[in-house]
């Protein structure tokens, strides 16, 4: 009888590092897909940015446009943007204070501002407009699938 105590104690001793060990390999697991999402999402911004260059690169009249362009790109950026102008700060908020989400609409917005930026032969960084896409698009990921913050 004493052996029977024994063993059930070491099993339910060894049952919280079951479930860590288990929850441990969901988060893996989602992280996994949201870096493949996010990998492939960064891939498609940066063969679109090969493709506008390349566009511009073929037609250098387009840099006459510029102006009106970066004029577009501004109220495209105001009027459909929300909270998506606030860019790369605006991933860094939603880190350090999970309490404001980030628009589902971020990655899109970003993407098209920054193709239309290239194309119209103005400056803008490739790697913040990744980490904003990529950030947008793994956040919706997480609240398809039902992901909250433990803030």
């Known amino acids: 009888m004493i052996h029977k105590r024994q063993t ?6 060894t049952e919280p590092h079951h ?14 897909i949201a870096g493949v999402i996010s990998a492939a999402v960064s891939f498609g911004f940066l063969k679109g940015l090969v493709f506008v260059t ?5 037609h250098d009249w387009l840099v006459w446009l510029l ?3 970066g004029l577009f790109i501004g109220l495209f950026m105001h009027y459909l943007g929300g909270h998506s102008h606030r860019g790369t700060q605006l991933v860094f908020d939603e880190i350090v204070d999970p309490g404001e989400r980030m628009p589902r609409r971020l990655a899109p917005v970003i993407l098209l501002a920054s193709w239309a930026t290239h194309l119209f032969g103005g400056s803008a960084g490739r790697e913040g407009v990744a980490v904003q896409a990529s ?8 609240r398809a699938v039902g992901l909250r913050s433990s803030h």
Request: glycine share 14%; hydrophobic share 45%.
């Open 67 to 69: 102006p009106v362009g």
């Open 19 to 32: 479930a860590l060990i288990i929850t441990a390999g969901i988060f893996v697991g989602l992280g996994l």
């Open 135 to 142: 950030a947008g698009t793994a956040n919706v990921w997480a």
């Open 8 to 13: 059930r104690r070491r099993t339910s001793e």
């Open 54 to 58: 390349d566009t511009r690169s073929h």
